[in-house]
């Protein structure tokens, strides 16, 4: 059974950062495409950026720039780093592989980003 838990959100002043991670059981997060994913409140859930198995990396245009991903294959983690946090990355972020898999979500962490 696959298990994905999401943790390091938090409350963060604009301009802060903030490190997330997604530690997977069930699932080699190496030998997959993985993703973090955000869901704005009241929308649905958007790609923000994913990994793939041999280390490639894209990202939304609205956090190029901004976010890293990276993963520990030791730990079986994913990670988004993200700087120069705005009001609008305010949000659930989630990890999934890439394209989701619906039975698959874990409980997402919430990043609020405000003053």
């Known amino acids: 059974q696959v298990q994905l838990v999401e943790s390091g959100g938090g409350l963060v002043q604009p301009g802060g950062s903030l490190r997330l991670s997604c530690t997977a059981s069930?699932?080699?997060?190496?030998?997959?495409?993985m993703g973090w994913y955000r869901r704005f409140p009241g929308k649905g859930r958007e790609l923000v950026a994913f990994?793939?198995?041999?280390?490639?990396?894209n990202y939304a245009d609205s956090v190029k720039g901004r976010s890293t991903i990276s993963r520990d294959n030791a730990k079986n983690t994913v990670f988004l780093e993200m700087n120069s946090l705005k009001p609008e990355d305010t949000a659930v972020y989630y990890c999934n592989c890439h394209p989701w898999i619906s039975d698959i979500w874990g409980q997402g962490t919430l990043v609020t980003v405000s003053s």
């Open positions: 990994i793939t198995g041999g280390g490639i990396t």
């Open positions: 069930g699932i080699v997060v190496s030998a997959h495409t």
